[in-house]
């Protein structure tokens, strides 16, 4: 049975770059699609869904009743307040 693959697997390699150069060659008020920053965040787009539904992952804005979008200013928020020097400082 064939694995069904998700639209992060589905992306050509042009296509993830231009993504990740696309973020960040853009201003921090731009708004980029969760597969630009599960790219430059090196996280799963279920992850991201799950953040959003928990409250507690990156920021998101509402673009219509189905799609949402982050700010390049949030994301970089995001990931300068969730650095660590060890593996036990996460827990």
Not at 28 to 33: G, N, T, Y
Not at 65 to 80: E, H, N
Request: charged share 25%; with cysteine.
């Amino acid at each position: 049975m064939k694995k069904r693959l998700d639209r992060l697997a589905r992306l050509s390699e042009e296509q993830r770059l231009s993504f990740i150069h696309g973020f960040w060659n853009l201003p921090e008020d731009a708004v980029f699609p969760p597969e630009a920053v599960a790219l430059v965040c090196d996280m799963s787009l279920s992850w991201l869904q799950v953040k959003r539904c928990q409250g507690n992952g990156i920021p998101f804005v509402k673009i219509g009743p189905r799609k949402v979008g982050y700010i390049k200013r949030d994301v970089l928020k995001f990931l300068s307040e969730n650095r660590y020097e060890n593996t036990c400082q996460a827990s």
